[in-house]
């Protein structure tokens, strides 16, 4: 691409809402990378201690988000068997050797509740029937997070649909767009923009699109074709200063848009892998990573660049299959899906450590969180490991639910809030 003369990137992450810090309000919080900057969050809990309340929830791995006085969950419930329903995996034949609940009927919610007691305030059936596609047995097809700008809840349920509640509840439109998964589901989060909600949809070479819709009716503002295969990210914003850049992972191409337009600004290498993680930001740069079956992670600088100067490093280990990594104080912890951390210099690449591991043999599927010094990884057993951040690996404390974990931790308003298999626990005063 052309460059345009020089320029001085002003770079920041580009808020999807205006949001207070306290806010919680979309997957991996305020900017999308798993970060608050709140000082009085809590550091020791156990089931008996510093659990100010629990709440029994169905079964989902969406992570909640908060506003204010409000947690927002979705959830999934399977039902009998649909008799005569056949997967669109099945049908067009990519059924995936994993796949389960796409002959069974399902209720999707979106539940509400008040993030001082816990109480559900109110919940709604965004969908209820047959699917169109099956999932993966360790998948939900209540995947996706929602987001929120305070004054609507946008809740995704892939091809059964994207919803807009207000904050009491009244569905105000949806969306749906039926596309196939493979029978392994739907993991990419909703983003907002300005005036619209922006969903990245891979499904194959062929028909994946990203898309925004005008948040307050629902109306398509623009759709681009993407040459990707299926992928299961999020996107992330990014302000260059010319511009907000919405990027995109990819196997084929990590992708940039312009996210007022949709037009593609530039593309480069992809993971060469499944894209499940959402992009890092910060020093400048976007760094993807991917886990399986090859694992990536390639630090890339947005705006625009000289030819060959897009890619500013490249590293080749240290990454999991599902969890998103974090990048905390100038430095990126990758991940394996054993919580063992490799530790990055983010603007060069150089490691700081590798091998890093958890106290004890474990599983992850959640991604860590990071504030006040330290990152909090949460394993599937659920104990939450706090790593300090830092040159040296060293795990501080392990606080636990008692309860296994799938889903990302939410930090808002002094509290920390975990989804369990059954309940969502306020760990906090």
């Not at 079964?59 to 909640?64: F, R, V």
């Not at 499944?274 to 600088?301: C, M, Q």
Request: hydrophobic share 35%; with cysteine.
């Amino acid at each position: 691409m052309r460059r345009l003369g020089p320029i001085t990137l002003s770079f920041s992450l580009a808020l999807s809402a205006a949001v207070a810090a306290e806010n919680w309000p979309q997957w991996r919080g305020p900017q999308g990378q798993g970060i608050s900057n709140e000082k009085d969050l809590p550091t020791e809990w156990a089931p008996d201690k510093n659990v100010a309340w629990k709440t029994a929830v169905p079964h989902g791995y969406s992570s909640p988000i908060v506003w204010g006085d409000r947690i927002y969950l979705t959830t999934a419930i399977e039902g009998e068997t649909a008799p005569g329903v056949v997967p669109e995996s099945v049908r067009i034949q990519q059924p995936h050797p994993e796949s389960v609940g796409g002959d069974k009927k399902h209720t999707l919610k979106l539940l509400a509740l008040d993030a001082k007691t816990g109480k559900i305030m109110w919940e709604q059936t965004a969908y209820e029937g047959a699917v169109f596609d099956a999932r993966h047995r360790r998948s939900t097809f209540a995947g996706p997070t929602a987001i929120t700008d305070g004054q609507m809840v946008y809740a995704y349920f892939g091809p059964e649909g994207l919803y807009a509640y207000d904050v009491k509840g009244t569905l105000a439109w949806k969306v749906i767009e039926k596309f196939h998964t493979l029978g392994l589901g739907t993991g990419t989060s909703p983003v907002l923009f300005e005036n619209s909600v922006i969903i990245q949809r891979d499904q194959d070479e062929k028909t994946s699109v990203i898309v925004a819709y005008d948040k307050l009716t629902g109306r398509e503002l623009w759709k681009t074709q993407r040459p990707i295969q299926i992928s299961w990210s999020t996107p992330v914003l990014v302000n260059v200063g010319i511009r907000t850049e919405l990027v995109t992972n990819g196997s084929e191409n990590v992708i940039a848009y312009d996210a007022k337009t949709g037009k593609e600004v530039w593309r480069t290498k992809g993971v060469e892998s499944n894209a499940i993680h959402t992009p890092l930001v910060g020093k400048g740069l976007v760094i993807v990573t991917a886990g399986y079956p090859a694992k990536r992670t390639i630090a890339i600088r947005p705006g625009d660049q000289p030819e060959g100067k897009r890619v500013a490093w490249e590293y080749a280990k240290g990454t999991g299959y599902v969890l998103s990594n974090i990048l905390y104080n100038d430095r990126v912890y990758l991940s394996t899906d054993n919580g063992i951390i490799t530790c990055l210099e983010a603007q060069t690449g150089a490691v700081v450590y590798e091998g890093g591991r958890p106290p004890k043999p474990t599983h992850f599927m959640g991604s860590a969180v990071a504030y006040n010094g330290l990152i909090a990884m949460t394993s599937e057993d659920g104990d939450t490991f706090l790593l300090k951040a830092g040159p040296k690996h060293e795990i501080v404390r392990t606080n636990t639910v008692d309860e296994p974990v799938y889903s990302s931790l939410a930090l808002a308003n002094g509290r920390v809030y975990i989804r369990g298999e059954k309940h969502l626990f306020a760990i906090g005063n």
